[in-house]
């Protein structure tokens, strides 16, 4: 029987990583490219993060009040997550930090099921160098919630998760872009 943690990784590698010469967000030149998004919007991706991302973050220790992040490459990690912890019967409610603050009604940057004094997971969809979980932890700790970690999806193994670390973030990947890739490449010889 094929564990959700390998049914994961073969959805991600099918659906959400693409071989070719792509251009980041910070310039730099890649020869592949991670969009988890086709991958955590998707009905069965929902299912297995939620089952996948709850199990690491339960087997760390982590007892968290919230789970949120960036939007939008956190929105559904977080959602999938909470409908997992609720179906469990141990709730973890989501939310979503904003780009910025709105500017009408009450001005929030963060949106959801936060409060002061939070204990809270971020998560990321994808670690690169990882300025997004920074920027969703700093407005938790203005916000005067407490952080206790922070979860990617997959770590482009480019300094981010050793950035968050030497940050004193305690962070958990599920996968690396090493597995998305070696997933890739097994299918791609067992269809040959």
Known sequence: MISSHTKLLNLLSERSFRLGDFVLTSGAHSDYYIDCRTTTMHAHGQVLIGHVGLAAIRDAGLRPDAIGGLTMGADPLAYAIAAASWRKGDPIHAFS???RAKRHGKGQLI????????????????????????????????AR??????????????????????AGLHTIVL????DLRAAVATADSART
Do not use: W
């Open 97 to 99: 930090v904003r780009k």
């Open 111 to 142: 949106e959801g099921c936060f409060e002061p004094g939070a204990r809270v997971v971020v998560v990321e969809d994808v670690i690169t160098t990882g300025g997004s979980a920074f920027k969703a932890c700093e407005a938790v700790n203005q």
């Open 145 to 166: 919630g407490d952080v206790l970690g922070v979860v990617g999806l997959v770590d482009r193994e480019e300094g981010g998760r050793a950035a968050l670390e030497r």
């Open 175 to 178: 996968y690396t872009a090493s």
